[in-house]
């Protein structure tokens, strides 16, 4: 539970306002948040939500599909990620991996991106959220979004005969 608000935190859904208490923002403010993310370098910090201001960076800036493995080396940098001729990945870069798998878990209910599968057994990613930074057309509601705004049947309380 934690991972999901840091992730719905990260992209403005969701804000802490105390300890163990979030206001839920909704998804207006999602194109701001995204141009923010694009606009804005940030340092090395290992929390979930850095990684997924990140991760949102790379696959934005990217456009396409992407494997996880590809996605993860790019996180760490150049200098821990696997030389082309030994295709063995550090501890580090698998541990990175599963983070993107959980983060990629929280993006793809919300509606920003979606896992496919292009080879047998390698995980990818791709951005389906049709709007983008720069982009000239209104951003889509997202599926999570249009949920909000249909209306809810009205429940009644349970009388006595019926909790008996």
């Known amino acids: 539970m934690y991972d999901v608000i840091n992730v719905l935190e990260s992209i403005g859904v969701v804000k802490r306002t105390a300890k163990l208490k979030y206001t839920f923002h909704g998804y207006d403010q999602l194109p701001d948040v995204l141009t ?59 541990t990175i991996e599963r983070r993107l798998y959980d983060i990629a878990s929280v993006l793809t209910s919300v509606g920003l991106l979606e896992r496919v599968q292009q080879q047998k057994r390698v995980p990818t990613i791709v951005w389906t959220y049709g709007w983008m930074p720069g982009s000239t057309h209104e951003p889509p509601i997202l599926p999570v979004a249009k949920m909000a705004l249909e209306p809810h049947p009205v429940l009644e309380p349970l009388t006595d005969e019926q909790l008996c």
């Open 36 to 94: 923010k993310i694009v606009e804005t370098e940030e340092d090395n910090d290992k929390s979930v939500s850095h990684l997924t201001r990140k991760m949102i960076r790379v696959l934005l800036q990217h456009n396409g599909v992407i494997p996880t493995s590809q996605l993860a080396a790019k996180l760490i940098g150049p200098d821990v990620a696997p030389e082309p001729i030994k295709k063995q990945r550090s501890q580090r870069q698998i």
